[in-house]
């Protein structure tokens, strides 16, 4: 008997080719799309997937496949969880990833409980560049796609054994992008060529405006200055900044500076050049393993602290309550708190939590 799948189709073609990869082995397939803002026309409205636009190509590509449809509205959990998170996130200084975010609160929690519990789904897939593989001790795991330029295993840390066994990623069995857009086409699918989005999809232009508008109190002009102390310029509010920021931050001094951190109470950026980067150790906060407890208390991983970043060698300290660890990196990374740090054991995805503050060594 075929498993019932429920496909979020975001209109695009990833989704696409993986519901027509599902229909193609014989699943019980539907496809469902996720309205995520009440007005097209606002300023925070998803630029892809969340629009009437993205859902109308969703739907004309269920239908050229010949499966269900149904759109689904998620514009409070998704304004709620994600665009307030991102705005509070910039205005007190951190640098959050929405996609995070989306994954955890929209799609793989709300959307996941809800085809399960009123459709009687088995199993959800997506379009996402990873794998999950179910091991000889019945353990599922979450692995990076084959495709390393497209893995995007980095945004799904935090699914756990409930959210993977439920969980199909068809297209993070292929070799490249273009082998994607080369099955789109054999499927004959309406979007095969259409151009991917690569922005924060509820942000039409430059991300400051969003936070500028709804939280201006973190627009306040303050110092900038280097780790002496030395005042060389002033920044136009801690809302606009993020730490390893190096372009926009308004000083000249003749070599090339990044923020190194952001201090709120006097609401100063301190700037340095690459070789003032000593951090090595981060606080993390909200963490989340895949098997759904850590390896050992205190165990070695490698680290991904940006997306698609390179993992650094790493050791990792769980504090006794669960929810927190100490990230201590075999070399200096600039780390800007609100990032997940993701980590891997080779091609595994263990778990991973977000940055809270860099640490002293």
């Known amino acids: 008997m075929s498993e019932r799948v429920f496909v979020a189709m975001s209109g695009g073609v990833d989704s696409s080719v993986a519901a027509a990869i599902l229909a193609d082995q014989g699943h019980d397939v539907v496809g469902v799309w996720m309205r995520l803002t009440t007005a097209t026309t606002a300023s925070d409205a998803p630029r892809c997937c969340g629009t009437d636009e993205a859902g109308e190509e969703a739907r004309r590509a269920a239908a050229h496949l010949g499966i269900p449809f149904y759109a689904l509205d998620y514009a409070e959990i998704f304004g709620r969880e994600v665009i307030d998170r991102f705005v509070e996130s910039y205005a007190s200084g951190a640098t959050p990833n929405p996609c995070v975010a989306c994954n955890a609160y929209v799609k793989f929690e709300a959307l996941l409980r809800d085809v399960v519990a009123k459709f009687g789904a088995e199993r959800i897939a997506t379009g996402h560049y990873a794998r999950v593989r179910r091991d000889e001790g019945g353990r599922w795991r979450l692995l990076r796609a084959r495709d390393a330029a497209k893995d995007q295993s980095y945004a799904l840390y935090m699914l756990r054994q409930r959210e993977l066994a439920r969980t199909v990623f068809p297209i993070g069995e292929l070799a490249a992008k273009e082998e994607t857009r080369a099955l789109a086409a054999t499927y004959g699918l309406p979007n095969a060529r259409k151009a991917e989005s690569m922005d924060i999809c509820f942000v039409p232009g430059d991300h400051r405006d969003l936070v500028r508008q709804r939280a201006p109190a973190a627009f306040v002009p303050g110092p900038i200055e280097r780790a002496d102390g030395r005042v060389v310029g002033t920044h136009q509010g801690v809302g606009g900044l993020t730490v390893g920021q190096r ?34 150790a981060y606080a993390l906060g909200g963490i989340s393993f895949t098997a759904g407890t850590p390896p050992a208390a205190r165990f070695a991983s490698s680290a991904a602290v940006r997306y698609r970043g390179s993992p650094i060698p790493c050791e990792v300290e769980v504090d ?9 990196l075999a070399e200096p990374a600039l780390v800007a708190p609100g990032q997940a740090a993701v980590l891997y054991a080779g091609d595994e995805v263990i778990g991973g939590g977000t940055v809270r503050q860099a640490l002293a060594a």
Not at 323 to 328: N, P, S, T
């Open 247 to 280: 372009r926009g931050v308004g000083v000249a001094e003749g070599e090339r500076l990044y923020v190194l951190r952001l201090d709120l109470g006097r609401n100063a950026a301190v700037v340095g050049t690459r070789d003032e980067v000593t951090t090595r």
């Open 320 to 328: 006794g309550d669960g929810d927190g660890a100490v990230l201590r």
